[in-house]
């Protein structure tokens, strides 16, 4: 995925109030960029490290900078959390993840239950058999494990009550009959593996695995990262008992 809006290369000063984060542009001039990440955003910014934003020229809009991605010396990191179902969407349709090759028809943002799901694939426009359809929730995962961790992929990186809800959402669809998975799109290129961030959400956790045992797919797939475009290269292992 490329990015479409014009980018700029600056130095993030802070972040704060969640959604907004101090960028110092290569002219010395501050702006202040609208930062579409609700989580800690742990291990994925500390002042002076490298950002990239993106300007937009919509009167709409009360700031007309966001905030992409960081980079911490070694890799840039995604942090806009509207990006991943757009990564992972494009990915699907491009055949790069293999597990779920063979759904041509997608729908975004199904209602099912209580809940969301992000994607709904299928084999057919109108799909009647359970067996022919696939939901698909997506994560964006950016947070790094630590000492024994430090190779690691982690989520969530605060509680996610709602990404609870998910999960019992998918195992609840796989046991109606429809095949489900849970998709963590990484976007640094630091890690090698993903894993449950046990200490920060351990019932996120203990959920994850109750739904790998129930036969709800697991996946992750790591973004290559850089200042023109993200996009999903490859499959990282999956543990599930760290």
Same mark, same amino acid.
């Given at each position: 995925m490329?990015?479409?809006a014009p980018i700029?290369?600056?130095i993030i000063?802070?972040?704060?109030?969640?959604?907004l984060a101090?960028i110092?542009l290569?002219?010395g001039?501050?702006?202040?960029a609208?930062?579409?990440?609700?989580?800690?955003?742990?291990t994925?910014?500390?002042? !002076?490290? /490298?950002?990239?934003?993106?300007?937009?020229?919509?009167? =709409?809009r009360?700031?007309?900078y966001? #905030?992409e991605?960081?980079?911490n010396g070694?890799?840039?990191?995604?942090i806009n959390?509207?990006?991943p179902?757009?990564?992972?969407?494009?990915?699907?349709?491009?055949g790069?993840?293999?597990?779920?090759?063979g759904?041509?028809?997608?729908k975004?943002?199904?209602?099912t239950?209580n809940?969301?799901i992000?994607l709904l694939?299928s084999?057919?426009?109108?799909?009647?058999?359970?067996?022919d359809?696939f939901?698909?929730e997506?994560k964006n995962?950016t947070l790094?494990?630590?000492n024994?961790?430090?190779k690691?992929?982690?989520?969530?990186?605060?509680v996610?009550?709602? !990404?609870? /809800?998910?999960?019992?959402e998918?195992?609840?669809?796989? =046991?109606?009959g429809?095949?489900?998975a #849970?998709?963590?799109?990484v976007?640094?290129?630091?890690v090698e593996?993903?894993?449950?961030?046990?200490?920060?959400?351990?019932?996120?956790?203990k959920?994850?695995?109750?739904?790998?045992?129930?036969?709800v797919l697991?996946?992750?797939?790591?973004?290559?990262?850089?200042?023109?475009e993200?996009?999903?290269n490859?499959s990282?292992?999956?543990?599930l008992?760290?």
């Amino acid at each position: 995925m490329k990015f479409l809006a014009p980018i700029t290369e600056g130095i993030i000063l802070k972040r704060y109030k969640r959604f907004l984060a101090d960028i110092q542009l290569p002219n010395g001039e501050v702006v202040t960029a609208h930062t579409a990440n609700t989580g800690s955003m742990k291990t994925c910014w500390e002042p !002076g490290w /490298k950002a990239l934003i993106s300007f937009h020229d919509n009167p =709409k809009r009360k700031l007309k900078y966001s #905030l992409e991605m960081t980079f911490n010396g070694h890799t840039w990191i995604g942090i806009n959390t509207s990006l991943p179902n757009k990564l992972a969407q494009e990915a699907i349709e491009n055949g790069l993840i293999k597990e779920l090759k063979g759904y041509p028809f997608i729908k975004p943002e199904v209602k099912t239950g209580n809940s969301r799901i992000d994607l709904l694939l299928s084999k057919e426009k109108e799909a009647e058999s359970k067996k022919d359809q696939f939901f698909v929730e997506i994560k964006n995962v950016t947070l790094k494990g630590e000492n024994h961790q430090k190779k690691a992929a982690l989520f969530p990186d605060a509680v996610s009550v709602r !990404g609870q /809800k998910h999960i019992q959402e998918l195992i609840k669809l796989h =046991k109606e009959g429809y095949n489900a998975a #849970l998709l963590f799109i990484v976007q640094r290129e630091d890690v090698e593996y993903f894993t449950p961030a046990h200490e920060i959400d351990p019932l996120y956790s203990k959920l994850l695995k109750e739904a790998a045992a129930e036969g709800v797919l697991i996946l992750a797939y790591q973004c290559t990262m850089s200042k023109k475009e993200i996009v999903v290269n490859r499959s990282i292992p999956v543990k599930l008992n760290n």
